[in-house]
């Protein structure tokens, strides 16, 4: 339900700059800009009706009215007849978001492929692309060049009809990247350094979406690392807005993953917060890809399964196969009550659940989403988890955790890129222009993965 | 320096709810409040000139001059002339903050203790008073009867004249509180459940404040958990405007702490977060006061060391003497290069770098700050620690992170109960009624850890 999506920052986090100016010099319009994104972050909580917006937004009743109008003549807002349910009293006139004006793409850059989303301002996918690419092998221009035709192809997929707005491109990476200046500091398995990928993604995009009839203004780009965007998107994604405390792991050669405190990804005073991986769980363990000894990856990565449940000789070995199947291969084998199978993913599931008790114990999250390999075989992981989770975790109850598994599978950080690409635009709601009629005409969309909701004007 | 005190909230945290009631109701006079917490903010940085205060908080530059004439007839601020110290062009006046004007009370009830500071705006502790107390051993009458002796002892030593204000009071319990309701739930070692802390110190400081001659508001009672408080003193009292993300070990009997992110005390979901004493370092270790085994705390708590550091028979386990005075023993042997005691700093430090490893590599703060027993013993375990840390942190040169031996000692948590008590004022600074005359009175303090400014007016 795409009016489930959080806010993401408290109303008020976007007005600072606003407020200080406004305090200053009386600026009518920032003022205005302000209240219009206090509403339209409202909306993303689900419908409801004016009076209910004025008391969340803390605006009176009138000025909600104006800046309802407003949204709906820049196609971001409706109004229909809420049928009375079994609710008491007469049923109100219910003012819901239109999530299709606004597309925002996300891209993941990673070692051997690229992952590319369309997401409108509902949090509704609208299409995906996926496609494998050496992309630590080839040359930085050969690497944005095919960036470009894979996010050409998402919004081609992704645009609804011609009256959609492209409110920007994120792009996760795998590395240390500087967010300001969006240059990619390191990043070891890409071999690079100090990649301004914001800036040649700009320029390519430039020519890429130049074709006519869509209202694209000249993309933002906003480069980010790509645990940090999952994170982000596990937040925004979540279905309840009592969730602002998060921590999310994610298993696969390495461990990875994100804490957030209050609605925000950690990112630490240089950017290297979130190092899960190497948590040194067993000083006296297996040597690890980073040079350590008993980093919490040795223990549950998917190196350590795929030893636990099979000798060498074993297909799970075989790096022909695609991993998918291989997982499968194990989930049947468990499923049948294969021993060692069965005890594999005990023993994978206790480090998981040890390591992620350090994490409950520090952050106190309201909730832990497990993701990549550990999603993929969590009916077996879980029980094992939970047990050393109850075992490890001080607080009563885990604190109130509840232990989740993902749902975004591979598309995490491609989808967390494109919710940040919506973070200016929910800002500053202005930066859509009015529709060319007051209604949103029926979706011309070529792929999506939830039916638009019918017009209403 | 009073005036290295950091701003603990973004500029225009404290103007949310004035923001949007203003937009609506074009409230002035919210506004007016907020823009002179803005400016008090900035004066918290340090004295300067009223162009750098305008940059500072984006106001113009009329609207600063009038700001600093309100503060200033509130006691709060003053204009001297600078000295021009080979500083090119000509000497300006510069606006600095008038700490001595407001006191915040801050008490922290232990298990065998009660301590309180007073501490000026400036961050300035102008008076201490300690008494051993059995606090787990009386009635909660007795102790909050004995709370209010202590903080109006405390409140007549700091007092600097009649014309000071007392911002509030600050309270650090010992256990999971309610902060909201500040109600104690379960404080384990008090043996209390369920303690309505706020409500009992506040009737209390009714009777304890009503002498004649100060401007004592109804004091604001604040109640919070200690560890909480005192990651937030080590914050506050830090000298770099920067360090924004800390992290922060406090060695005794247990160990505790606490994590800053964007400086914000990270509380988790349900108030349970940085519970880093019971992070499982080693599941095959020794059992912990938790009944779980190989806790952080048992490896480095003072237990540990006592027990690394001398047999049964030696003075330093004499629980007759007080524990500085064994430490100061401890300290001695190591100076005359006792081999045991080395081997014992040693291997203290080492598990505490280990454990503070963890922490690095999940916030990537730019301060680790040691305090309680670690930090009495800093010289010693320092070098154990660093080398722990270099080997065992992900990121280059720690990410950044400094390891810093905290210098408020046992008064961190009470120092942070008074910076909490001080919140409120700083965000609306119109609490603080204007001065009879428009100067502040010489100082008429008893005891004070630093001497106020000289009076320009």
Same mark, same amino acid.
């Given at each position: 339900m795409p009016g489930q999506i959080k806010d993401h920052q408290r109303a008020g986090d976007s007005v600072r700059g606003a407020t200080t100016h406004l305090a200053g010099r009386a600026d009518q319009a920032a003022v205005r800009r302000t209240n219009l994104a206090l509403v339209l972050r409202a909306l993303r909580g689900g419908p409801r009706t004016r009076p209910q917006l004025a008391v969340d937004t803390r605006l009176t009743k009138a000025t909600v009215s104006s800046l309802v109008a407003e949204l709906a003549e820049r196609g971001l807002a409706r109004t229909h007849q809420a049928t009375s349910q079994g609710v008491?009293?007469?049923?109100?006139?219910?003012?819901?978001?239109?999530g299709e004006r606004v597309l925002a793409l996300g891209l993941e850059l990673n070692v051997d492929y690229l992952a590319a989303v369309?997401?409108?301002?509902?949090?509704?996918?609208?299409?995906?692309?996926?496609?494998?690419?050496?992309?630590?092998?080839?040359?930085?221009?050969?690497?944005?060049?095919?960036?470009?035709?894979?996010?050409?192809?998402?919004?081609?997929?992704?645009?609804?009809?011609?009256?959609?707005?492209?409110? $920007? &491109? *994120? @792009?996760?990476?795998?590395?240390? +990247? !500087?967010?300001?200046?969006?240059?990619?500091?390191?990043?070891?398995?890409?071999h690079w350094n100090d990649v301004p990928l914001r800036d040649l993604i700009s320029?390519?995009?430039?020519?890429?979406?130049?074709?006519?009839?869509h209202h694209l203004e000249p993309a933002a780009v906003a480069v980010d690392n790509e645990a940090n965007l999952a994170t982000f998107a596990e937040f925004s994604a979540g279905s309840d807005a009592d969730d602002r405390d998060l921590v999310y792991?994610?298993? $696969? &050669? *390495? @461990?990875?993953?994100?804490?957030? +405190? !209050?609605?925000?990804?950690v990112r630490g005073s240089a950017g290297f917060a979130g190092e899960v991986g190497?948590?040194?769980?067993?000083?006296?363990?297996?040597?690890?890809?980073?040079?350590?000894?008993?980093?919490?990856?040795?223990?549950?990565?998917?190196?350590?399964?795929?030893?636990?449940?099979?000798?060498?000789?074993?297909?799970?070995?075989?790096h022909?196969?695609?991993?998918?199947?291989?997982?499968?291969?194990?989930?049947?084998?468990?499923?049948?009550g294969d021993k060692r199978t069965l005890r594999a993913f005990d023993q994978i599931g206790r480090a998981l659940g040890f390591g992620a008790s350090m994490l409950i114990n520090l952050a106190n999250p309201r909730l832990l989403v497990l993701g990549g390999y550990f999603a993929r075989l969590g009916e077996f992981l879980l029980p094992a988890v939970e047990a050393e989770l109850a075992a490890r975790v001080v607080a009563p109850e885990l604190g109130g955790a509840r232990v989740e598994l993902s749902r975004l599978g591979l598309w995490a950080a491609a989808t967390g890129a494109a919710y940040a690409a919506l973070q200016p635009l929910l800002d500053d709601p202005t930066r859509v222009p009015a529709t060319s009629a007051a209604t949103v005409p029926a979706s011309s969309v070529s792929r999506v993965t939830k039916t638009p909701r019918k017009e209403t004007g």
């Open positions: 008491v009293g007469r049923p109100g006139q219910r003012v819901e978001l239109v369309g997401l409108d301002l509902g949090g509704v996918q609208r299409a995906t692309v996926r496609t494998s690419f050496d992309v630590a092998g080839r040359g930085i221009d050969e690497v944005v060049d095919r960036a470009g035709t894979v996010l050409r192809e998402v919004a081609r997929k992704a645009l609804a009809s011609d009256q959609t707005v492209l409110a $920007g &491109v *994120g @792009v996760a990476a795998p590395g240390l +990247v !500087d967010v300001g200046r969006g240059v990619v500091r390191v990043a070891p398995n890409l320029t390519r995009l430039a020519r890429t979406f130049a074709f006519a009839g792991l994610t298993g $696969g &050669v *390495g @461990v990875g993953g994100g804490i957030v +405190v !209050d609605g925000r990804v190497h948590l040194a769980i067993d000083p006296e363990g297996e040597v690890c890809g980073c040079g350590r000894r008993g980093c919490w990856e040795t223990l549950c990565g998917l190196g350590a399964l795929l030893h636990l449940a099979g000798a060498p000789d074993d297909p799970i070995h075989d022909e196969r695609d991993l998918d199947e291989r997982l499968d291969l194990l989930r049947d084998r468990a499923r049948a």
